[in-house]
Each structure stands twice: as C-alpha cells, then as structure tokens.
C-alpha cells in the first residue's frame, strides 16, 4: 500500500481514535455515536456568510425527508434557479444532516450555490428502497420548482447520487445539470485490483465494504444482482442520456476502481466523463474532512468545488 503523508497520516489517526477498525461489527447504534463523535471532534465552523434552514419535503408514503438548505446570506450575485443537491456518505448505515455540516456549507460558499442536503434513511432499520426513494423525492420536489441541479454525494452518497442520475436522466440538458461522485460505489461483486490492493486500507477496507452492501437488503445476497439502477449505479440497463460526470477516487481506498469502470461505460456510451485519478493521490477514503488538515485534500477539494462551477454555468 501507498506510505500515508504525515498530513494524512494525522488525519487516520485522529480518525481511528474516534472509530475502530472493525467498527461494522459492532451494532448501528454504536457505529453512529462512534461516527458522529468523529464528526464533531474534525469539523470546521460552518462558512462564513452561509445560513442554514431546516425543513421537511413530503416522500413516498407520507414519510417527510429532513433536509438542511445552506443559503447564501448575501444573495446579490446567486443564481437561484440552481443548486447542489447533497448526499451524505456513511455505508448506508450512518451520517445525517449534522455529519457532513460543515462540508456542505464550505461546498456552498466555495461554488457560490445553495446547497441542499438530505437526511435519507438508513439501514439496517429501514431497508431498500427507503434510501433513495427519499432522496428522489427531495430531486423530484426541486424538479417540479423548475429549479436546475448539480447532484453531489461522497461514498454512499455518491452511489446514491448515481442512482438518482439513473432515475432521472430524462431531465439531462434542461434540469439535471451533472453529477460528482466522491470516492463512491459504483458496483459490487467485481475483483477490482484496488479491491485486493487496498484491502486493508485506513477508513475503509473490503471487510467494511462486505458489511454494507448487503444492510440494505436485510444481508441477503442473492437478490443484490437483480435490483436494477436504483440500487446500484452499474445496474443500468442503459449508460446513454447520463448527465455529464466528474469522478473523484481516492488511491488508497478499495473503492478506487469503481470510478474507471464507470467512467469507461460512460465513454462507451457518449456521456462526458472526467476522472480526476490523479487528484486522489496519496488520498484515502473520507478526505473530504481532511481539507483542513491535508494540502493534498485541500487541492482536491478545491477541484470538487471547480467541477460543480463548472457543472453550474
């Protein structure tokens, strides 16, 4: 495996004293409190000149979505037919509004968007569908606003954020404006070489990859090849109409491959595609919280935050 920089090295450590290496084999309740504690103890202050409000949208089966809007306070030069739609990673199991608070209102500030930010479900007390029927329901009430989206998700929230893609593509060139998918997961079941590679990486390892997947459906595997696009990206019957993709992996992270098969299916099917591999570099999965602790993250982030500009004009 890759030697960690000092920089990132500090930032594993700070995290494991938070959360174990085989946290998943402990109960959701506790991985949550070992997670949120993590948050807490790395976050940054909410961005200057960014406010938030908290709400609700209405979902499938009456069930309302809390979601946190992160509002320009000075909104002379925002364009408020647009925003960033975020989904927040944590294996399905863990994160909420308050995990990745402080990541949204920097992405906001730096891009120059609101951002909104959803509160899915989770497993293992709420299974699949739930997830991204919740988060459909949050695309589809800014749909329906006219309003023109940049999805972006870290991790399990860039699987999500794909599926999402895959849902709703025929809104790709009036209103779905592009997706950036952070370290996500795009498939499963394949041998990728980072897979072996990066095993037994930092923050993430196969064996934590082995646990989440299956928490959606209850841990039975053998209806997970059957579940079509909702549930896994690379489920797709069909790549072509995708909206326009930036991919951000990280090197030393199992999940690192999955965005090269996804960009390449995306090339076979005309869909603009950028893999930003090397920006990774010396990167492990969940950096995003690094930004203020590592240059390598911070440039990466900072290219995040361009390709959602970009996305966005």
Request: hydrophobic share 40%; aromatic share 8%.
């Amino acid at each position: 495996m890759t030697p960690l920089d000092e920089q990132i090295q500090a930032f594993v450590d700070q995290s494991l004293g938070h959360d174990p290496v085989d946290a998943t084999r402990a109960s959701a309740h506790e991985q949550r409190q070992w997670y949120n504690a993590k948050c807490k103890d790395i976050a940054a202050p909410l961005a200057d000149g960014i406010q938030v409000q908290d709400d609700t949208i209405l979902g499938f089966c009456g069930h309302r979505v809390p979601v946190r809007h992160y509002l320009h306070k000075d909104r002379t030069n925002i364009d408020q037919a647009k925003q960033i739609v975020f989904f927040h990673g944590g294996g399905f199991v863990v994160g909420n509004l308050d995990s990745h608070h402080d990541i949204c209102g920097q992405l906001a500030k730096d891009t120059g968007f609101d951002l909104v930010s959803v509160d899915y479900r989770l497993a293992p007390e709420f299974q699949y569908p739930d997830d991204i029927n919740d988060c459909l329901a949050v695309v589809d009430n800014l749909l329906k606003k006219g309003q023109k989206l940049v999805l972006v998700g870290d991790s399990a929230g860039g699987t999500l954020s794909a599926c999402v893609a895959n849902a709703r593509k025929r809104y790709v060139g009036t209103q779905l404006l592009g997706q950036v998918l952070i370290y996500p997961s795009l498939t499963f079941g394949v041998d990728t070489p980072s897979m072996t590679e990066h095993a037994f990486a930092p923050l993430l390892s196969k064996e934590d990859m082995d646990y989440y997947l299956p928490v959606r459906v209850g841990g039975d595997l053998s209806i997970m090849a059957s579940l079509g696009g909702n549930f896994m990206p690379m489920q797709t019957l069909s790549y072509s109409g995708l909206p326009v993709t930036h991919l951000f992996p990280a090197e030393i992270d199992p999940l690192r491959d999955d965005c090269e098969l996804y960009a390449h299916a995306l090339q076979a099917a005309n869909v603009a595609v950028t893999n930003h591999v090397a920006l990774g570099q010396g990167l492990v999965h969940g950096h995003l919280r690094a930004r203020n602790m590592s240059d390598k993250a911070a440039a990466n982030f900072q290219a995040i935050c361009s390709a959602v500009r970009d996305l966005g004009k």
